[in-house]
């Protein structure tokens, strides 16, 4: 649509309404007397003829309200005076403006199916989308309207950083979305070991297809029948070399845990920015690459591994894990010596970690939800989990403490009724202000169907 011809139009319309609802239009038949008229052009035209002429005293106000007319806006000297007219205008700017509402909010709706069709088209779905469905499609990757909004899909190139960004990065911090570790799904597993593969393929094959291509270009070209034979014969092994790499099996294309792969185009366009380059090339290196072990480790596989980490003094972890001889990752050792350090743990809350907890939730809560996996970059030395066990078993104010009410083991049966004498978490929200394992406490030592109640009989007390 041409915004300034609708607005020319729109503007010739008005002036035309104007015209025909203004007083002095012949088109308008306002009854007025001829004598009046005729004496209304007489006077004028007298006026017209001779301005010098005596005529009838002027009174103060009428000259003060003729150079107020004259100081007056050149727009409200065309405005009509007769009130009926003015009404009549006004109703024709309403008409006029609830048209143009009216299609502004067509365009809106026609705005709003295009996105849908769009947003159902980055999902790939196929077939037809479901009428009136309101959810984004199953496979739709959410990514795209998020953060960097200006993300190039391709290269995951963004926006230039501003100032306070270089600065927070000459300074080394971190945003949020940084620090955050997501864990891996199943299908994302699947997908990141089908991307190497493909890498690896690829990798493989473009130096052979070149080739490939060279010595075809270059058969087309030769005359000689030596040359044109030995030609064959290379565009025959080469065509073998092809047929080989595809047949390749999955642990080659695999290849060694430290290969280098473009991790960039898998960050962007497999898993579609997804995960980051980094991240993705740290799980594969450390976690995931099937020469790794995964079992779990053994007590004397940890008392090896506290031993090799003490002769090297606790650092060089790639020497530790090598020495080590289990298949273990460099991370993995590290992690696991971690966990079993006494030195790096808290076991009994501080006043001031309970203090500072209360006023990190209350800062940074939102509603119901509380962002444990932020709030725990505040609390050196706790984990995420320490953090949801403290705070819903002991510091929550919701929290009651005490005898149990009549009323609350009769909420407590029939969540039990309704999920399980199992997940504790859900059958606690039908119990407020009771956690989880209240919930399971007072269910297993007091109301369980197996136990006994009553008093107890004289063989019991003798047992």
Same mark, same amino acid.
Request: proline share 5%; with cysteine; hydrophobic share 30%.
């Given at each position: 649509?041409?915004?300034?011809?609708?607005?020319?139009?729109?503007?010739?319309?008005?002036?035309?309404?104007?015209?025909?609802?203004?007083?002095?239009?012949?088109?308008?038949?306002?009854?007025?007397?001829?004598?009046?008229?005729?004496?209304?052009?007489?006077?004028?035209?007298?006026?017209?003829?001779?301005?010098?002429?005596?005529?009838?005293?002027?009174?103060?106000?009428?000259?003060?309200? @003729?150079?107020?007319?004259?100081?007056?806006?050149?727009?409200?000297?065309?405005?009509?005076?007769?009130?009926?007219?003015?009404?009549?205008?006004?109703?024709?700017?309403?008409?006029? =403006?609830?048209?143009? =509402?009216?299609?502004?909010?067509?365009?809106?709706?026609?705005?709003?199916?295009?996105?849908?069709?769009?947003?159902?088209?980055?999902?790939?779905?196929?077939?037809?989308?479901?009428?009136?469905?309101?959810?984004?499609?199953?496979?739709?990757?959410?990514?795209?309207?998020?953060?960097?909004?200006?993300?190039?899909?391709?290269?995951?190139?963004?926006?230039?950083?501003?100032?306070?960004?270089?600065?927070?990065?000459?300074?080394?911090?971190?945003?949020?979305?940084?620090?955050?570790?997501?864990?891996?799904?199943?299908?994302?597993?699947?997908?990141?070991?089908?991307?190497?593969?493909?890498?690896?393929?690829?990798?493989?094959?473009?130096?052979?297809?070149?080739?490939?291509?060279?010595?075809?270009?270059?058969?087309?070209?030769?005359?000689?029948?030596?040359?044109?034979?030995?030609?064959?014969?290379?565009?025959?092994?080469?065509?073998?070399?092809?047929?080989?790499?595809?047949?390749?099996?999955?642990?080659?294309?695999?290849?060694?845990?430290?290969?280098?792969?473009?991790?960039?185009? =898998?960050?962007?366009?497999?898993?579609?920015?997804?995960?980051?380059?980094?991240?993705?090339?740290?799980?594969?290196?450390?976690?995931?690459?099937?020469?790794?072990?995964?079992?779990?480790?053994?007590?004397?596989?940890?008392?090896?591994?506290?031993?090799?980490?003490?002769?090297?003094?606790?650092?060089?972890?790639?020497?530790?894990?090598?020495?080590?001889?289990?298949?273990?990752?460099?991370?993995?050792?590290?992690?696991?010596?971690?966990?079993?350090?006494?030195?790096?743990?808290?076991?009994?809350?501080?006043?001031?970690?309970?203090?500072?907890?209360?006023?990190?939730?209350? @800062?940074?809560?939102?509603?119901?939800?509380?962002?444990?996996?932020?709030?725990?970059?505040?609390?050196?030395?706790?984990?995420?989990?320490?953090?949801?066990?403290?705070?819903?078993?002991?510091?929550?104010?919701?929290?009651?403490?005490?005898?149990?009410?009549?009323?609350?083991?009769?909420?407590?049966?029939?969540?039990?009724?309704?999920?399980?004498?199992?997940?504790?978490?859900?059958?606690?929200? @039908?119990?407020?202000?009771?956690?989880?394992?209240?919930?399971?406490?007072?269910?297993?030592?007091?109301?369980?169907?197996?136990?006994?109640?009553?008093?107890?009989?004289?063989?019991?007390?003798?047992?």
């Amino acid at each position: 649509m041409d915004t300034d011809a609708e607005r020319e139009r729109i503007t010739r319309e008005i002036r035309e309404l104007e015209r025909i609802l203004h007083p002095s239009s012949s088109d308008i038949g306002v009854e007025l007397s001829e004598s009046s008229l005729d004496s209304d052009s007489d006077a004028d035209l007298l006026h017209g003829e001779d301005s010098d002429a005596p005529g009838p005293p002027v009174s103060e106000e009428e000259r003060w309200g @003729e150079v107020s007319n004259e100081e007056e806006d050149p727009k409200d000297r065309n405005l009509p005076e007769d009130p009926e007219t003015c009404l009549q205008l006004n109703m024709v700017y309403q008409e006029v =403006i609830q048209e143009k =509402i009216a299609e502004v909010n067509l365009l809106l709706a026609q705005n709003h199916e295009q996105q849908e069709e769009i947003t159902w088209d980055l999902a790939g779905s196929k077939g037809p989308k479901a009428k009136g469905r309101k959810s984004l499609p199953p496979h739709v990757y959410i990514g795209h309207f998020m953060k960097p909004y200006f993300k190039d899909k391709v290269t995951g190139v963004g926006p230039p950083a501003n100032e306070d960004m270089r600065e927070k990065a000459a300074q080394g911090v971190k945003s949020f979305e940084e620090l955050l570790v997501t864990k891996w799904k199943s299908w994302e597993k699947t997908l990141l070991r089908k991307s190497v593969m493909s890498d690896r393929l690829q990798r493989l094959l473009q130096p052979k297809l070149l080739k490939l291509e060279y010595l075809q270009q270059k058969q087309s070209r030769v005359s000689g029948e030596a040359e044109r034979q030995l030609l064959e014969k290379q565009l025959r092994d080469t065509e073998k070399e092809i047929e080989d790499i595809h047949q390749l099996p999955e642990e080659a294309l695999l290849g060694n845990r430290l290969d280098s792969h473009d991790w960039e185009k =898998i960050s962007n366009v497999n898993f579609e920015g997804g995960r980051s380059a980094g991240e993705i090339r740290k799980f594969w290196q450390n976690c995931e690459h099937p020469s790794i072990n995964k079992q779990e480790w053994g007590g004397d596989e940890v008392e090896r591994l506290k031993a090799i980490s003490a002769q090297h003094g606790h650092l060089e972890w790639q020497k530790i894990a090598e020495e080590l001889g289990t298949q273990r990752s460099a991370f993995q050792c590290l992690q696991k010596f971690q966990q079993h350090n006494k030195d790096l743990k808290r076991k009994e809350w501080t006043e001031e970690e309970d203090c500072m907890l209360t006023q990190l939730v209350q @800062e940074m809560r939102v509603g119901s939800h509380i962002p444990y996996r932020r709030i725990v970059y505040y609390m050196e030395g706790r984990d995420s989990m320490q953090l949801i066990y403290r705070w819903t078993k002991s510091l929550d104010p919701s929290l009651r403490k005490g005898c149990w009410a009549p009323e609350e083991d009769a909420k407590l049966l029939q969540a039990v009724a309704k999920y399980g004498a199992q997940d504790w978490f859900k059958i606690r929200e @039908e119990v407020p202000g009771r956690s989880d394992a209240q919930c399971r406490d007072r269910y297993l030592r007091r109301l369980h169907f197996s136990l006994k109640k009553g008093r107890w009989n004289p063989k019991e007390e003798e047992k």
